[in-house]
């Protein structure tokens, strides 16, 4: 039976955020079309984000593509100097449906100015219009971009990483996977809450079905318009169900307590353990989905940002 949000120990910035969302009236996503639901997420991360400046100077870029070019954004930090920087690829959230450079914008440059790396944000393909496997074949070509491409950029590819929310953590896993097999060697993998498995639900997804803003609805929303049920155990959907895990970069898994992603994220986690790899798990009580992003509402962010921020400072040295 799902939990009653009125009767779980939600952390009060979260708790406060449910209410402000609760009184603005948010139409659930499928109940409007996709284009509604990008500008209502726009909307949403413009009222949540962290406000600031840091020192980090941007440039958009259009990469090379299997289906054209691919929009991206550099964030380099200025204090990097003239020597090549290491880089973090970031694949943004928004259940493969929605999000882009701008909702994801404000994290990227505070990652980029604590970590003293550059980011390169990388604008996918979109779903409905654009199923799977494009998002993953987009990730992919970024990744190959930078490995071959990325001094011209002042990008020191022999030290790369991967990292993303939600769907984008799912797509930094699937990549990670892929880069791995093809002799890309990655330095670390970021994973905030990570959708892992579309084979099957797991407790977390009914406990916090309803009132923690992912709702067990969105999420079949989500995932009917990125991939079809019959791609529900290819691991380039659901890396939790990759024939081979050894092998692969230092991973930290971060998700909140109320979050319907939170068992399959934890699952993931323990399945690198188990393969040999370094993997940390961060279970933040009382938190909810999407807080990553949210530093403007929610505190917790700024933990989550430092702790992703410090595996980058150690295995880019």
Known sequence: ?????????????????????????RIPYSEITPSQARAQFVELCRRTRKAGEWPVSTRDLDLPGPAGAIRARLFLPREAGPAPVPVLAFF???????????????????????????????DYRLAPENRFPAAVDDCVAALRFLAAEGAALGIDSSRIAVGGDSAGGNLAAVAALVARDAGLPLKAQILIYPATDFSRERPSHEDYAEGFLLTRESIAWFGGNYVPPSAHRDWRASPILAPDHRG???????VGECDPLRDESRDYAETLVAAGNEASFHLYPGMIHGFFTMGGAISAADRAIAQSAALLRRVFG
């Not at 259940?95 to 404000?106: A, K, M, Q, V």
Request: with cysteine; net charge negative.
């Open 1 to 25: 039976m799902a939990l009653d949000p009125a009767t779980v120990a939600l952390d009060p910035q979260a708790k406060a955020l449910l209410e402000m969302i609760a009184l603005a009236g």
């Open 248 to 254: 692969l970069p230092p991973a930290i898994v971060i």
């Open 92 to 122: 943004h959230g928004g259940g493969w449906c929605i999000g882009d450079l701008d909702t994801h914008d404000p994290a990227c440059r505070q990652l980029a100015s604590t970590a003293h790396c550059a980011v390169l944000a990388v």
